[in-house]
């Protein structure tokens, strides 16, 4: 009987870090992809910060299949302390995001968050560069969000494979200065996204990236070549396997300058000076 | 209102008696803190820390973990800051905590899980230890300690003299009788036994064509091997006189009956803690619920309801200085016969 | 259209060539007959007979069978007509058939094995035995063949004096150490090794408080078993000179993949029939294009390809004398040497 | 890729016993359960005899969850040599039926069958007694739409735990006497299905029984008891837990006076009397 128990048994909805949300939305995205808005507990969205991620139950409760949570980044917050949403940018890749990208409004699904570290943006940093590469661009989104509500400006740079999986302009404040680069040039500049990034160092304060390990570590390059002194500061998101995503299981670690350190708790978001590829 | 106590250690002055039978199991739980503010911790019976090392290990290079059929691999290597570093550490907070906090130590030598043990001996915070033996003995050519008998017992009675602390030997589903150890341990001074620690597999990547793990094998967890891990503590049960937890793939309290039945007093909950936490610390008032509704008044009467003679007599209580004086027989006996 | 035939029987002058390497395990196709009807067998590069005994057996009372998570638990308790009306009864019609019957013995004791291998020696439409170590012997107590390298070696040796047939052993993953037995069954004179059988299971009926099987325990078969299956293909394949025989819960090519570069020449299905023949006999097809795919010109190209030094150098084929005459040594040095 | 291939994955459909179904309606019945009708691949529909069961794949095929299929005897049948098909009555256990009962019209399902032995109608016999135990009414129901095609009358009892888990009458051809008994007496005989049965031993030609062992037992004490001579000849249809479906296992077999026999080819349809309980 406790198997078929359903998924909100014994959570109070609000209170911890595991929760029930229910899906409000679901729109295409991106080519593949889904963007699924979900309604969070009275309290949750307020708490929600750029870069932090939710651990998702990709499942029924009565099925093993996947057995792990997967770890999603909010793309968008509407942090309305009760009403509010938070919107996951969903890239199918196998059986749990196929299972997350197909849940349709009013399904309610079983999460555990905010977790992990998020980005800093400085009180003296005035202009902020975003460097994004396909799903990585959810954390940006949502930091892009909360930074233009500060004041600051923001120049965004995204690569895809192709023009139709680039993030769709107007999903973007007007404010932002959204410059994209494509492998098949399809669209923008032909080539890596980080091939971008040396003409905006002079300009930015601080530089904020999230994509998979090849392009982070050409971004590491490029800074390592390019950048003049210490600024900008670099912050990257990086994406590891993880089980439990509190810093219990010791999965999802990455080697940086101060040891082995978990990309749950400690990151997933990083100087980029401090990792060791 | 069943009542759901139960004392691992009945054997020992000191005890380790738990509210409920409900125990975050090592590895799967940090050192207590991490679940914090997820759930209330202190719904547990107990939790038992990561696995303690004499000398700090930074574990396994990435990936370190993967999914499989029901089930998960994981090679961590132990990632941990050391014995001293982890006693200035944890036990100072747990010690201010309703839950008892059971340390899990993993030895290379019987040297080194005594020279824990002792360390460990009067740490305020510390309940109990449980003493992995699903490690390789560097002496006896990596051979894993938990596969044989006598090595089982040495490194038992070895602990046993070095702590008067309730001691629970983590048995290895990798030997070949089980039961031989668990008989081996009882008799080594253990008050209690868990099972099971994790199998040993492999998944291949077919795309990059190597393990997915790069330490190449990794423990297999979760629902997979429950079956494997009901058989076990059915047949360890049914012949020690000690009490045994019981542990592989619970994630509901349905999963955690088979346990109880099968001669278990206690369970503990592993990979179900990375799925539902929620879920595993609810477990306990499920129980209690699911006993009530069976007209039971208290955890005993189920534990062993599916052993065909019930369990066999319990140990009795052993006095303090017998307990290390016994486990030093054995110490001795092991070192004429090795 | 790659080259997928593999002989498995390299060392012995009687061969045994299959046109592909999926193979039907023991138990899970009956004797041939019973999937026809669902599925063209000869779609297969051989299958495996029920386990037969030299006696009759009517099998375990029911419940036989059970599902846990990923997996099924098995106690069929070897029901067969016995060697004698089973020879009268199958090798007839399998003889007209292109697809190679292997058969699978299973005894009590090193002279039941070597009796079953001598009937069976010139039976037309036996094209091969795969010998069941994973059974109790009676002369040690129930402790089971395949849990000791000297029981090992003994056996095969047995079945290698008895018979010229092409031999496969099949491991037991209860052993300690798998990779010692497969050593010891090549020194025995067998052909190739196939693992790995079932891992002892239980689950009770929480309802009924007592195992949902009438015989307890069970063997856990299917998905849930694959990486302990893959892990100790893997540790095998590294060290033995003949060919290795991978299964465990294969359910579609990608799990089969996983075993061929962990070092087997050739896979068995078991479980995946009962829930997707047609998927099953498919296998062969997909790993064709899947070669061609890659630019594989021969299956050859990736067994073992995630195996750090690749596969150790084959076995040379040997005279049909010295087959005989070989295991004739390790028959006497074992009777020396217990 | 192979492990989110389509269940159709190498079906050359109709072609063997292992084959592709698309649902066509779905109606509930019987309280909790579900009528599920199938379209049958050309040809398949004839060769369904009465008592037969197919064993269906009540997951996709991506999933372990369930292992194992599901053995489902026809409710009825449409034997339409090409546009023929099938339906089942499903009652939710566990995962399997419950997948199994919520699928949709346009969703394709795995099946193998038909499978197993049928009930037989003696050439002679021409009053035939049903007695059914729950969802044991299904094949049942089939050998009466068989029955009464082939111009025998026919006796239909049913028992259940109450008056809303009964088939409904209407259910059945209205040539049919149908008689119903209840655990709770809401309708019909208070008690068991087979206190009814003396009253026909007379009448009947043939018996033909399908439902939970306990039934099927005191039915064959009833028959012992009651019984003259060797006529009815009674048959049952029993039900034990299945892996494979053809004979390939050994798991499902029932202890007979000929020993062990498989329930899923020698089986699942036995003289009564045969059978060691
Ligand atoms: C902190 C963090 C934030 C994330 N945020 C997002 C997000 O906002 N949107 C999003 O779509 N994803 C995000 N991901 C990645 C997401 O968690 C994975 O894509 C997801 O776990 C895949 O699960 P699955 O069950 O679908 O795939 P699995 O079944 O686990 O894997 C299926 C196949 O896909 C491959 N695969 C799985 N994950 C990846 C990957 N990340 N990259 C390349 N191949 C992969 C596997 O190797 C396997 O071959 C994030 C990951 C982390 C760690
Ligand atoms: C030849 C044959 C014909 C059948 N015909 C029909 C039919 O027409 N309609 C129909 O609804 N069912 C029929 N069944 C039974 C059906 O196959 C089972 O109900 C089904 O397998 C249950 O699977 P599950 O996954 O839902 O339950 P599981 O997950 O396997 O079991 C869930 C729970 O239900 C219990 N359970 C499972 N099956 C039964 C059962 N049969 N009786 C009582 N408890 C059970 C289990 O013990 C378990 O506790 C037939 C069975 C056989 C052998
Ligand atoms: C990520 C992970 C780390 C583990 N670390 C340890 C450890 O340090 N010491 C130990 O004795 N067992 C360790 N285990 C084994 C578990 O304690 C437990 O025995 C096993 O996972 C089976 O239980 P489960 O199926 O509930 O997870 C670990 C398991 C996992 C999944
Ligand atoms: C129902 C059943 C019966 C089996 N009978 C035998 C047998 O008689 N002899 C044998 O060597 N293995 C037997 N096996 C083990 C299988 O051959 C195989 O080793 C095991 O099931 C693992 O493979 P799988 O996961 O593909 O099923 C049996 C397995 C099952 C499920
Ligand atoms: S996912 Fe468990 S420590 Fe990060
Ligand atoms: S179900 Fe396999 S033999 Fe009947």
Known sequence: MTATAPDTANLPAGTGREFIAEVTASEPE??????????LPAGVAPRLRPGEFVNVLCRDSA????????PYSAFAVNPDPVAGTMTLLIRPFG???????????????DIMGPLGNHFEVAERSERLLMVAGGVGVAPLAHLTQEALRIGKSVTFLMGAATADTLLAAQRLPSEVEYVVATDDGSRGHRGFVTDLVPDYLQWADQVFACGPDPMLRSLSNVIKRDRVGRRPT??????RTMACGVGACLGCVLETRHGMQTSCVTGPVFPVEEIRW | MADLSVDLAP????????????IAASGCFGYGQEYQGTIDIHRLGAFVSKGITPEPRSGNPMPRITETTGGMLNAIGLQNPGIRKFIRSYPPIWERWPTPAIVNISGETVAEFAEMARLLDDVPGVAG?????????????????GWDADMSREVTAAVRAATTLPIIVKLSPGALDVAQIALAVEEGGADAVSLINTLVGMKIDTRRRKPVLANGTGGLSGPAIRPVAVRMTWQVARVVGIPVVGLGGIMSLDDGLEFFMAGASAIQVGTGFFAQPGRMVAIADELDAW???QGCSSLGEIVGAALPDGLPPRR???????LKLMSGDYAEARTTTT
């Open chain 1, 30 to 39: 991106m080519g593949d992809c889904t963007l699924l808005t979900l309604a």
């Open chain 2, 11 to 22: 054997g020992n002055p000191r005890e380790l008696v738990l509210s409920n039978p409900v």
């Open chain 1, 234 to 239: 670099v912050h990257v998101s990086v994406e």
């Open chain 1, 95 to 109: 059986r749990g995001s196929q299972w997350l990208a197909t849940r349709q409004p009013g399904e309610r699904i």
């Open chain 1, 63 to 70: 099925s093993f299949d996947p057995l792990l949570r997967r």
């Open chain 2, 316 to 322: 009795q209580r052993i006095d303090p200085d017998d």
């Open chain 2, 291 to 293: 006993l009530d509704a």
């Open chain 2, 129 to 145: 230890l449980e003493v992995n033996i699903s490690c390789p003995n560097i002496n006896a050519g990596g051979f894993c300690f």
